[in-house]
């Protein structure tokens, strides 16, 4: 398919891209139908997630009087995988 093919396509349809699988045309499916989408925050604004309220209800996870060690992992203690992710291999502890 051409790019003027694609930008004349039909508005009801779209090219799905999956990994693993080729590109395929669908219809468009309208998110408003589906049965819990009253539970998104395009529904309803009191839905969207507040990272700043999340953060302010949770626990902390190291109480202020509690001792705790800090490790601290820099750049050259990183090396790439086969699969170009990053991994450690070697920790500096501080104190």
């Known amino acids: 398919m051409t790019q003027d093919e694609i930008a004349v396509m039909d508005g009801g349809k779209c090219i799905l891209q999956v990994r693993g699988v080729r590109p395929f045309f669908s219809d468009k499916f309208d998110i408003t139908k589906h049965p819990k989408y009253k539970y998104l ?31 601290e992992i820099d750049g050259e203690g990183l090396q790439e995988d086969t699969k170009g992710e990053r991994k450690s291999i070697f920790l500096g502890a501080l104190h």
């Open 41 to 71: 925050s395009d529904a309803d604004p009191k839905n969207a997630f507040d990272m700043e309220k999340h953060i302010k209800r949770r626990p902390a996870i190291v109480k202020p009087e509690e001792e705790f060690d800090y490790y």
